[in-house]
């Protein structure tokens, strides 16, 4: 029998490398795109840890997520969005 959890934590891996290699795309992108982002993921990994007994705060969970502290990936390559991409993130209007 095969062990769900030895091939879901290496499927996780490999998605952190991918985002990893792929700092061309911004957060807000994922999130117009897919419905979640990097910090989604840091959130999801504090939850989880809390699930499980482990205490981990939202800094060093985005550590993880980003490979190096959430500032410095901000500065080093985050840029301003677009705005058509804040038209699209934003909730439509009633």
Request: glycine share 4%; aromatic share 10%.
């Amino acid at each position: 029998m095969t062990d769900t959890t030895a091939i879901e934590a290496a499927v996780f891996r490999r998605l952190l490398e991918h985002l990893d290699s792929r700092k061309d795309v911004q957060n807000i992108e994922l999130m117009n795109l897919a419905g979640f982002c990097r910090n989604c993921l840091s959130k999801w990994y504090v939850a989880a840890a809390d699930e499980q007994g482990v205490a981990i705060d939202q800094s060093a969970a985005r550590e993880i997520i980003y490979g190096m502290p959430y500032d410095q990936w901000k500065a080093k390559y985050q840029t301003e969005a677009t705005p058509e991409q804040l038209a699209r993130f934003a909730p439509p209007k009633d």
